[in-house]
T-cell receptor, first 114, second 114 residues
Framework: NAGVTQTPKFRVLKTGQSMTLLCAQD?????MYWYRQDPGMGLRLIHY???????AKGEVPDGYNVSRLKKQNFLLGLESAAPSQTSVYFC?????????????FGPGTRLTVL | DAKTTQPNSMESNEEEPVHLPCNHS???????IHWYRQLPSQGPEYVIH???SNVNNRMASLAIAEDRKSSTLILHRATLRDAAVYYC???????????????FGQGTILTVHP
């Protein structure tokens, strides 16, 4: 099993450009998450999904959109990138939202917005 | 949401035990204590979790104070591969708005010397 994979690994954008980050999981998990991590900080939740076709806002959702058209994929979109969105983005998935359940993380996408 | 307090950094020598402390004085009776770690340039990975009793697994042990206001992650024999940021996280199991979510603080940077 590949677990959680993220595409691309690195990307450089200019201010105002758009892009989509792809997350895929092969564990048949219902729940998927997008986090961002700024230098020296912990991860912050952007959006999450509790199942195919559903999404919900996390702690820092502004400037991002998400879609979950297939159970195994969770897309994070930036419609008009800003330098403040320079960060490392992590996707995660879990079987449930239960407080004893494990979240499995991808390797991250390093995004720089100039 | 209940918060955790961890030292910014700790150092250890290889093959020695490491005790990583976490204070959570406002923990509620339904909060689980989770530990994740993040190796350099990787996504976080689950280490261990517990509610009231001490827990052991192949990676580590978790010692929980009797009043649950603090806990300690124990790595019995540190290796160079254990050098990472360790996050102590409380997860709400009571069904509130933060139910099941992971809220990352800044964590403890563990340096392991050969």
């Amino acid at each position: 099993n590949a677990g959680v994979t993220q595409t691309p690994k690195f990307r450089v954008l200019k201010t105002g450009q758009s892009m989509t980050l792809l997350c895929a999981q092969d564990m048949n998990h219902e729940y998927m998450y997008w986090y961002r991590q700024d230098p020296g900080m912990g991860l912050r939740l952007i959006h999450y999904s509790v199942g195919e076709g559903t999404t919900a806002k996390g702690e820092v959702p502004d400037g991002y959109n998400v879609s979950r058209l297939k159970k195994q994929n969770f897309l994070l979109g930036l419609e008009s990138a800003a330098p403040s969105q320079t960060s490392v983005y992590f996707c995660a998935s879990s079987y449930s939202l239960g407080s004893t359940d494990t979240q499995y993380f991808g390797p991250g996408t390093r995004l720089t917005v100039l | 949401d209940a918060k955790t307090t961890q030292p910014n950094s700790m150092e250890s020598n290889e093959e020695e035990p490491v005790h990583l402390p976490c204070n959570h004085s406002t923990i509620s009776g339904t909060d689980y204590i989770h530990w994740y770690r993040q190796l350099p340039s990787q996504g976080p990975e689950y280490v261990i979790h517990g509610l009231t009793s001490n827990v052991n697994n192949r990676m580590a042990s978790l010692a929980i104070a009797e009043d649950r206001k603090s806990s300690t992650l124990i790595l019995h024999r540190a290796t160079l591969r254990d050098a990472a940021v360790y996050y102590c996280i409380l997860r709400d199991s009571a069904g509130g708005t933060s139910y099941g979510k992971l809220t990352f603080g800044q964590g403890t940077i563990l340096t392991v010397h050969p």
